[in-house]
């Protein structure tokens, strides 16, 4: 073989190693480029089931919910909407309170609210057979009537009877309203026929009458006059007992704030919630 020949195949062989040598560089780069496209996928999945663990813990309640009332339950309401805020960041609470009667109309009526808060079973049976509450309502309180007086009760008032006596002026609930149907059902107890001088929309301007001086005498609930006391006194009656008010609470078919509701109907019923109620005087259902 001729050294011509010779040289032209050892360049063929240099070459075709560097080639071979080329090659496994080029595989071992993709084969690297694989496995950091698989860990970066694999880390991407992480961080999104801790991003959906994360969401799983976040509070439920979030942004305004509108909690239509009883007027009796505005104290401790008010209290328990702060609480609640508190334990829900990013949670508002709005009220509106007034007699359970008008409210329920207003819902019925299509007035966005989320929760709804009835004096009476008989109030809240108007909203759900509308269809508009979500689920059935829970009974979280009972509320009982007393006779509201001014301090010192200068007429001397001691049960119904005296209610009817001469001079004796009287303001109560207009009957379509629960303190207004307790009330006569309280009244039919105990034989009394009474003719109130005014008939008002909640148990807030009944127990307001009195403390203008504008009548003698109320039947409102308990809490009402327990949150009023440094104005007013009660005198407790035994019909009362033939006359004590369930009070239900159910979120709202058509919530704006689904979420928001159901979360404070249960914070309602917790025992954080039960406290705050029966240190006002409520009742346990």
Avoid: W
């Avoid at 992480?46 to 991003?51: L, P, Q």
């Amino acid at each position: 073989m001729s050294t011509r020949t010779t040289g032209t195949t050892r360049r063929l062989a240099v070459a075709a190693a560097a080639a071979l040598v080329l090659s496994l560089g080029v595989t071992a780069c993709g084969s690297d480029g694989a496995k950091s496209s698989g860990s970066t996928a694999s880390n991407t999945t992480a961080a999104s089931g801790s991003a959906a663990a994360a969401g799983d813990s976040a509070p439920k309640a979030s942004g305004t919910v509108t909690v239509f009332a009883a007027a009796s339950l505005k104290e401790t309401f008010t209290e328990l909407g702060k609480k609640f805020e508190a334990a829900n960041p990013g949670s508002k609470v709005t009220f509106n309170f007034g007699g359970s009667s008008s409210l329920a109309t207003s819902i019925n009526s299509g007035a966005p609210a989320d929760v709804f808060a009835a004096a009476s079973p008989a109030t809240m049976k108007t909203v759900t057979d509308a269809g508009g509450a979500s689920g059935q309502p829970a009974v979280f309180v009972k509320n009982t009537l007393t006779v509201a007086v001014p301090k010192g009760n200068p007429k001397h008032i001691a049960g119904l009877k005296d209610l009817t006596a001469s001079g004796v002026k009287v303001a109560l609930c207009a009957k379509e309203v629960p303190c207004g149907a307790a009330a006569q059902t309280a009244l039919k107890a105990a034989g009394v026929d009474l003719t109130p001088v005014t008939l008002e929309q909640d148990v807030k301007g009944a127990l307001t009458k009195v403390e203008l001086g504008e009548v003698d005498a109320s039947l409102v609930y308990k809490t009402d006059v327990q949150a009023d006391a440094a104005k007013i006194d009660g005198v407790d009656f035994p019909e009362a007992d033939k006359a004590v008010n369930d009070y239900p609470i159910a979120a709202l078919a058509k919530a704006p704030n689904k979420d928001g509701a159901a979360a404070f109907v249960a914070y309602i019923q917790s025992p954080e919630a039960k406290q705050v109620l029966t240190a006002a005087g409520f009742q346990a259902p």
